[in-house]
């Protein structure tokens, strides 16, 4: 019997045949990748109340299934069901999203931030979250992926269910328009 003093941190890296606590393994595999998996489901849903809810839904998703988890990515495989249940609530509410963003504690917290250089970051930050949001959710879930949570096109691949040829094409598809959408918005803005 393993002794009840081993800490969280013994139980990596033991022999198959002790056993392993399951709990453990699931914060490890799961829970660590929450603030990722709030951050995607804020940018599909567009809301932080069904953020919260979707996270929720997908966490108790994935300690349902967790049995079945075959040790692969623990952050793919937990963004593929929090894609999954953010697309599914995106289904049943059917309707125009509103996103406010606190673009604030950013911009000022620079040191050399003088009044004209927080309007001009501020300006370009809005721009590039309002182009964001202009985008459709295929491509806007791959910017965030890739760019905001930095996962890989394998990882991208694993969690979308794209074969990684796809992920890669609609990646350049989404940065393009993201691009086109920028563009558009300081040409509105120009005198």
Same mark, same amino acid.
């Given at each position: 019997?393993?002794?009840?003093?081993?800490?969280?941190?013994? $139980?990596?890296?033991?022999?198959?045949?002790?056993?392993?606590?399951?709990?453990?393994?699931?914060?490890?595999?799961?829970? %660590?990748?929450?603030?990722?998996?709030?951050?995607?489901?804020? $940018?599909?849903?567009?809301?932080?109340?069904?953020?919260?809810?979707?996270?929720?839904?997908?966490?108790?998703?994935?300690?349902?299934?967790?049995?079945?988890?075959?040790?692969?990515?623990?952050?793919? $495989?937990?963004?593929?069901?929090?894609?999954?249940?953010?697309?599914?609530?995106? %289904? %049943?509410?059917?309707?125009?999203?509103?996103?406010?963003?606190?673009?604030?504690?950013?911009?000022?917290?620079?040191?050399?931030?003088?009044?004209?250089?927080?309007?001009? %970051?501020?300006?370009?930050?809005?721009?590039?979250?309002?182009?964001?949001?202009?985008?459709?959710?295929?491509?806007?879930?791959?910017?965030?992926?890739?760019?905001?949570?930095?996962?890989?096109?394998?990882?991208?691949?694993?969690?979308?269910?794209?074969?990684?040829?796809?992920?890669?094409?609609?990646?350049?598809?989404?940065?393009?328009?993201?691009?086109?959408?920028?563009?558009?918005?300081?040409?509105?803005?120009?005198?």
């Amino acid at each position: 019997m393993v002794s009840a003093e081993l800490s969280r941190k013994a $139980w990596v890296g033991l022999p198959s045949s002790v056993p392993k606590d399951p709990v453990y393994e699931f914060e490890l595999a799961v829970l %660590r990748h929450l603030d990722s998996a709030y951050n995607l489901a804020r $940018w599909l849903v567009g809301n932080d109340q069904d953020a919260e809810d979707v996270v929720q839904e997908a966490s108790l998703k994935a300690l349902n299934s967790f049995s079945r988890f075959k040790g692969q990515q623990g952050r793919a $495989w937990f963004l593929a069901i929090v894609r999954n249940a953010s697309l599914d609530r995106l %289904r %049943r509410r059917k309707s125009e999203r509103e996103v406010s963003i606190d673009l604030e504690p950013d911009i000022a917290a620079a040191p050399d931030a003088n009044p004209e250089t927080v309007l001009l %970051r501020s300006l370009d930050k809005a721009a590039l979250w309002k182009a964001i949001e202009g985008l459709p959710v295929a491509y806007r879930e791959m910017i965030i992926m890739r760019e905001l949570e930095e996962l890989s096109y394998r990882e991208i691949a694993d969690s979308t269910s794209l074969p990684i040829g796809t992920v890669m094409s609609r990646l350049a598809r989404a940065r393009q328009r993201l691009q086109a959408e920028l563009l558009a918005l300081t040409a509105e803005e120009a005198p």
